[in-house]
């Protein structure tokens, strides 16, 4: 009975210590080694309680799943890119609205107080195309000269923007969100009289230690034992889960999964019934209330010369682009979001993807998180591994990876994975095409989604594709911004 007794406890002595060192369930210490976390007497690894991602700035959690992307409506142009294939999307974050000209002129008013002194340039290059308002037979002036700056139009969709301003718009608010995060937090204060030129927040150039223009206000403790005193201080480290991800545009894949809203269907693992629309029904008018019947669920084209319908009975409330959400009682009757809450993902503008344009994607696609457009990069630095300074603008400086740094890579070995045959045969015969000789089709080609106030509803459809060159811009075309969601796929409910 004594040996039984003793084997007993000997037992529940080591079941407990397991659960106190197994399973996360003791934060303060290691479960490999037994070491404190946290602590300077123990080596001073910290390890973060990580509550979760923050939800950015204008931005809406979309939980991923899998979907059948391409399109199911009738290919009326006949260029067959887009057949359907099943993919997985994980989580991510996109903006509930297209980037409104509000926002784009806070972007311009930055550069210009920032780079205006001693590189102009970089305001002229980021300015949007007015002119892309401009028909020879139709008077738009007005639109060249009012719609960016007016008021009467700071809610609405900024157009005349190219693929590459876009791409730098988001990059620029990643870095102005997370510089906000680190004056909120009390690291910082806010100094924007002194950033000019190069001398502004990067976050990864604050990450690589590049940033020294700061006024700091505190610092994290640092723990290492070399550091010195038990007062000793570092900067913000991408292990402390202080800054956001970056962001960016959302990839093809995720704009064609965030546009059809498959949120309300999912009750089984199944999607029973594909969407033509981002909203459910046949229609693209109003079935759900008696009295908003008929109206346009977004904002589009109905036919030649008719834009928004007769006086008095507008069926969507514009004529050319309109408020981005609506600001009105009148326009909830005409602007509604989608099941995941996202407004205009069917019509108003069209809006530019991260992807490169090839006709032919789903032959070559991956299964998950599917895109097109890498191009694989390494930091710049010295021989002995350190940061090189930063370029003009305050950014960390990249280069392409080479073959003979991947030699013994299985995953990729160049840095261009874009993907083009240089040359392109038809079967059964000679013919062939250079590259860029005969096609238009190109590195440089991006691929924009959705309808717009000058489209069809056609386009409205999710699954319908097409391409412009990344430095050409038009009136009917916009953008908004995506972010990665990092860890748990399923936000907690607050």
């Not at 079967?427 to 489209?455: F, M």
Request: proline letters at 3%.
């Amino acid at each position: 009975m004594k040996n039984l007794i003793h084997g007993t406890l000997s037992a529940i002595a080591i079941t407990s210590l397991m659960a106190c060192s197994g399973g996360g369930a003791d934060k303060s210490k290691s479960s490999s080694t037994g070491w404190s976390y946290n602590d300077r007497n123990w080596g001073g690894f910290e390890a973060v309680d990580y509550r979760g991602q923050e939800t950015g700035p204008g931005l809406v959690f979309l939980e991923g799943g899998r979907l059948t992307l391409g399109s199911s409506e009738f290919d009326a142009t006949w260029e067959r890119n887009n057949f359907e294939r099943t993919v997985s999307i994980p989580s991510f974050y996109m903006d509930e609205t297209e980037v409104r000209n509000v926002d784009y002129c806070e972007y311009l008013w930055w550069i210009q107080r920032v780079f205006s002194a001693d590189n102009p340039e970089v305001y002229r290059k980021n300015l949007p195309d007015t002119l892309c308002w401009r028909d020879k037979l139709a008077f738009n002036e007005p639109m060249v000269k009012y719609y960016l700056r007016h008021p009467a139009y700071a809610y609405y969709p900024v157009v005349g923007v190219n693929w590459i301003q876009a791409s730098a718009f988001a990059a620029w608010r990643g870095d102005r969100v997370n510089e906000s995060i680190m004056v909120k937090k009390g690291f910082v204060k806010l100094n924007a009289k002194d950033e000019v030129n190069e001398n502004n927040f990067n976050t990864e150039a604050y990450l690589n230690g590049q940033v020294s223009h700061l006024k700091e206000k505190r610092k994290m403790r640092d723990l290492s034992p070399g550091a010195g005193n038990k007062n000793a201080t570092r900067n913000v480290r991408i292990e402390d889960g202080v800054f956001l991800p970056e962001y960016r545009l959302p990839t093809e894949a995720e704009w064609e999964y965030a546009s059809y809203g498959y949120r309300s269907q999912t009750f089984n693992e199944n999607i029973d019934n594909k969407k033509i629309y981002p909203w459910q029904g046949l229609s693209a008018r109003n079935t759900y209330t008696e009295r908003d019947k008929g109206k346009f669920m977004d904002n589009f084209k109905r036919g030649r010369g008719d834009n928004a319908g007769v006086a008095g009975k507008l069926n969507d409330r514009a004529f050319i682009s309109q408020n981005v959400k609506p600001m009105t009682s009148q326009e909830r009757a005409f602007i509604f979001p989608n099941d995941f809450g996202l407004f205009h993902m069917g019509g108003n503008v069209a809006e530019w993807v991260m992807d490169v344009y090839r006709p032919m994607s789903m032959e070559d696609f991956s299964d998950f998180n599917s895109f097109r457009g890498n191009t694989f990069q390494t930091q710049t630095r010295d021989e002995d591994y350190n940061m090189l300074d930063k370029d003009s603008l305050g950014r960390t400086v990249y280069r392409n990876v080479t073959a003979e740094e991947n030699v013994n890579r299985r995953n990729y070995r160049v840095s261009d994975n874009i993907g083009f045959r240089d040359e392109l045969k038809y079967q059964g015969g000679d013919q062939t095409y250079e590259y860029q000789v005969n096609s238009l089709i190109n590195n440089q080609v991006h691929v924009y989604k959705g309808g717009s106030w000058n489209d069809r509803a056609y386009w409205m459809s999710p699954g319908t594709r097409r391409w412009l060159d990344q430095e050409q811009s038009l009136a009917w075309l916009g953008f908004r911004c995506a972010m990665v969601r990092v860890g748990d796929p399923i936000q907690a409910k607050k």
